[in-house]
């Protein structure tokens, strides 16, 4: 249990102390899908969606997520971030959409929460604002692309894989 850090030596649960750990420019990158009906994703794109702008509700969601992270997720620390973007591509060949988000800071602990967080909750939102039309709809794939800074430097998805 000794190399994970939320643990002490007993086994309880704990917040990392950063306080003594460098400031350092941090950023990261999350990815994750939404596959949907056919039919779904023209509505969407059509924008007759019975809820609106889906595509924009979900970014802006996925941003203010972000913002809220250290409220969502036990032990994380909060974090003052310089900028958090979250896109959604449709993809006619998923059927679906693709979300990516960017999260970014300056401090002593990471980011990548933030932009994991930031797609899940676009992912959600993309979910609830289609749900009266497809129930059917899966999100997957949800995972770190990469991560910059810090004590254990970058890190990226495609380098981990080779």
């Known amino acids: 249990m000794s190399d994970l850090t939320h643990l002490d030596g007993e086994g309880r649960v704990n917040m990392v102390d950063v306080g003594d750990k460098p400031v350092t420019s941090r950023r990261a990158t999350a990815r994750g899908q939404v596959r949907c009906k056919r039919e779904t994703l023209d509505l969407v794109l059509a924008g007759k969606t019975p809820k609106g702008s889906v595509i924009t509700t979900a970014e802006l969601a996925g941003i203010m997520a972000a913002k809220k992270t250290a409220d969502l997720i036990p032990l994380c620390h909060p974090l003052p971030l310089s900028k958090v973007a979250v896109a959604i591509t449709p993809d006619r060949d998923l059927p ?11 401090g002593q602990t990471g980011i990548e929460m ?15 604002m289609t749900k009266a039309v497809d129930r059917s709809m899966v999100i997957e794939n949800i995972r770190l692309q990469s991560k910059s800074g810090g004590k254990s430097g970058d890190w990226s998805a495609e380098e981990d894989v080779k």
């Open 96 to 106: 679906g959409f693709q979300v990516e988000a960017e999260a970014r800071t300056s």
């Open 114 to 128: 933030e932009a994991l967080t930031a797609v899940s909750v676009a992912c959600l939102t993309l979910y609830d």
